[in-house]
């Protein structure tokens, strides 16, 4: 099972931007992949999908048009790009990995394995 480490988090300012990592343990081109967030007191939820060649992403409502995912295969990693944030972004990221049924697009949470830790990213007004 394949490892993902998140990195990049931190505290930024509403309108700032910002871009978090998560890189696989191993070559991840195979693998159909998401980031869900949480916030304190919420439920994780999802935010964004990418599938293995990148042909396909899709996003939940609350953050279209602020975020963007992306990956380079080739060095194993998975982005987010953050733009123009604000307060309601703030929450810990996850990236975790399709590991059922992952031929379609899915935001089941039980669909997804290799869970990280998750860097904190904090948007202050």
């Known amino acids: 099972q394949v490892e993902l480490v998140e990195s990049g988090g931190g505290l930024v300012q509403a309108g700032d931007s910002l871009r978090i990592s998560c890189k696989a343990s191993r070559p991840f081109h195979n693998y159909v992949m998401a980031w869900f967030r949480q916030a304190q007191g919420k439920a994780r939820e999802f935010v964004a999908y990418?599938?293995?060649?990148?042909?396909?992403?899709i996003y939940s409502d609350s953050v279209k048009g602020r975020l963007t995912i992306s990956r380079d295969n080739g060095k194993d990693t998975l982005y987010l790009q953050m733009d123009n944030l604000n307060p309601e972004v703030t929450a810990v990221y996850f990236c975790?990995?399709?590991?059922?049924?992952?031929?379609?697009?899915?935001?089941?949470?039980?669909?997804?394995?290799?869970w990280g830790q998750g860097p904190q990213v904090t948007v202050s007004t």
């Open positions: 975790p990995a399709c590991t059922k049924s992952c031929f379609a697009f899915t935001q089941e949470l039980s669909a997804y394995g290799s």
């Open positions: 990418i599938d293995a060649l990148e042909r396909d992403t």
